[in-house]
């Protein structure tokens, strides 16, 4: 049993670690809010003085910021959709036994340890090109007009290279619940002649709501920053620019760091909105 010595010991070799890790998360988060009230623009004479509320008032009535909004909101519910359902089908299937085995998962791995630049980038190149694309030799080949995916399926291409991304991680995560279902339970309502689809929605799916809740929640609060994906492929245009690029524009385009900070804590507010929304909703999985 630990001591009262034992656990000042523990405290004063921890604190150093906690004192930085509260520094690296605070001094930015309070620069952003100070300069949120100022009027800085780096290019055109530095801090120029108290801007009060005009910053917030001033981003938030711009015509980009509710359409910014429902886009990240778009990309999020649409990837988190693509990535549980596929990520579940990939989990049954390579839990099966089979040759290679051990090959295959790590393929099915591998792309989410690709930089997000360098994916983007090959999706945009190999696989969308309407020129040289391999979908577009595709769309040839079948006598259908090659489509201009960056710009006539714009939203769309996006949520699919982030989802190309995302899917190894939910997909190990809900392969890690799946090898955990218990077999005996599994064979005994086989036994009992439950057919696979009764089998999978009475015993499976639940058993995998933990997993589930972990990939959600983990993956929303990436997927709300996302950024690399659409500078590579559109730079925000075709109306694919979310909350974190219209802070990009507002800050390095139009050089107003006053402003694109404004915008920094309406996407902090934005986070925390949907945070608290998902650990009410699927949050409740984590205590059963």
Known sequence: ????????????????????????????????????????????????GWAGLDNYIRFVSSSSFWPSIQ????IVGGVLA????????LALLLDQPMWGQGIVRILVIAPFFVMPTVS???????????????????????????????????LQSIIMIVSWQWLPFATLILL?????????????????????????????????????TIVVLIQTIFLLSIFAEIFVTTGGAFGTRTLTYLIFQRVLESQNVGLGSA?????????NIVAIFLMRIVGKNLDK
């Open 176 to 212: 890690t619940a799946v090898q955990s279902l218990d077999g005996e339970q599994m064979e005994a309502a086989e036994m009992d002649g439950a057919p696979v689809h009764k089998r999978f929605w009475f015993l499976t799916l639940p058993h995998l709501g933990r997993a589930i």
């Open 71 to 74: 886009v990240t909101l778009i």
């Open 120 to 154: 983007a980038l090959v999706w945009k190149n190999i696989f969308m090109d309407p020129v040289n694309g391999l979908f577009a030799h595709l769309w040839k080949f079948f006598g259908a007009t090659p489509v201009e995916w960056l710009s006539q399926a714009s």
């Open 82 to 89: 693509i990535t549980i359902v596929f990520g579940i089908m």
């Open 263 to 271: 915008g920094g804590v309406y996407a902090i507010i934005l986070a």
């Open 1 to 48: 049993m630990a001591t009262q010595q034992s656990r000042s010991a523990a405290r004063l070799m921890m604190a150093p670690a906690v004192i930085l890790l509260l520094g690296w998360m605070l001094v930015p988060l309070i620069m952003t809010l100070w300069f949120s009230f100022r009027v800085y623009l780096p290019m055109r004479g530095g801090d120029q």
